[in-house]
């Protein structure tokens, strides 16, 4: 089952297909047809489960998407009228399935820890793959990249400007398997705690390529959270000294990327789409316009002389909002906070650099929701169900570390 783990995570990040959305479409049947096998090959194992999962944040999550989702916007058109909605459609109903499946990975993953050693070894993969991951994207920055160039002529998200694959491609280059620099930083960015977990000068290498990836891709989101994940990862390793001068430098480090690059932390009109998305989620606030159904409102998003359709709100708590109403939102705050509550007590008790690497990785991941759009791309979700899974197992049966 981890095999398939593993095999999923890399498949999600890396397949693409020569279509109009070369980079979406495919990684989202990855994860979905992977995914529910992975579901499916735990269901034969044999071994007695070591343990068991309950949590009521999660199951009442689990049971407010399937009412919400089934109930509500799909089973109560087909009863009431033939006419289109905007709840009924294929794109709510693969977010629907998106977030089940999610759960159900968590679920999965939890109960078939037997070993939390088997969490160390998911940790130096994580790491190796944000390696890979790094390592490939300077190569595009570099302009040697073999597999995207230039002479390609589709696009999945090209430029306003129109100039097809030469501009996607090659100006902004650094898309790695991805197609897009941003989700790469983001990527990289939340892959970048698993190296600081271990020991020895390869993993600080590592951790030293990650960090130089996503100061090159000039992702302000991600440079962020990646400064606060480390913050964080001293602050949780007692190295108070660190920690302090860090923090203490913040103010200046951002004072000299401000005069070095003034649109660094740009978020490129989101603003005015934030204040668009809340607006707009008021008739619906305490049930949503339907999971799934963003893009289909066609909120507009304006950057310079330029004006788009917004396909993702680029902050997770507003498109939660939007999607499922404030119940939603409540119960996936409810559940975050939780869950910290718990990390904080266990920590209390008997830390490790497991319970550090991977607490430090979903502050990341979880850091990165305001700016981008995580939970919405296949590759990123992924790894955040497995930063969730981890911790679970690490807080039921603390025994094994």
Known sequence: MW??????????????????DAFGLPKQAVFIILGFSLIGIGLMNTNTKALTLKNKWLALIFIYVVLHSFGYYFFTPLIKTKEQVIGFSMN????????????????????????LKKWVVTGKFLCWL???????????????DQIFHGDLRWVDNASPTNDGAEMHFVRYRMVTFLGNKRETACFIA???????????????????????????????????ALIIGFLLYLLLTRRWKVFLGGVLSMP???WGVLKAYPNFFNFYGKGGLWKNVFMG???????????????????????????????????????LLSDGGLILLVLAMGYVVTLYRRVI??????????????????????????????????????IGVCYVASLEAQLEGGHYA
């Not at 095999?7 to 279509?19: C, D």
């Not at 693969?94 to 820890?113: F, G, K, R």
């Not at 190296?195 to 100061?215: D, E, H, N």
């Open 3 to 20: 095999y398939l783990l593993y095999t999923t995570i890399l498949l999600t990040s890396v397949v693409f297909l020569p279509i109009p």
């Open 92 to 115: 709510a109903q693969l977010a629907t399935l998106t977030i089940i499946l999610s759960l159900l990975i968590i679920q999965c993953l939890v109960e078939w820890t037997d070993d």
């Open 130 to 144: 944000g390696f890979a991951f790094s390592i490939y994207a300077i190569i595009q920055w570099l302009g040697l």
């Open 190 to 224: 939340m892959l970048s705690p698993m190296a600081l977990m271990f020991k020895g000068l390869k993993y600080k290498i590592i951790y030293g390529v990650m960090c130089l990836t996503i100061v090159l891709t000039a992702s302000g989101s991600s440079c962020f």
């Open 252 to 254: 200046l480090i951002g």
């Open 281 to 319: 989620s008021i008739p619906r606030f305490f049930v949503g316009h339907g999971i799934g159904t963003f893009p289909l409102l066609k909120y507009k998003v304006v950057s310079g002389a330029y004006e788009m359709v917004a396909i993702n709100a680029d902050f997770e708590l507003l498109q």
């Open 345 to 382: 007590l266990e920590f209390l008790s008997s830390s490790s650099m497991l319970l550090i690497g991977y607490t430090v990785g979903l502050t990341t991941f979880l850091i990165l929701t305001i700016g981008a759009s995580p939970l919405h791309f296949p590759a990123l979700l992924l």
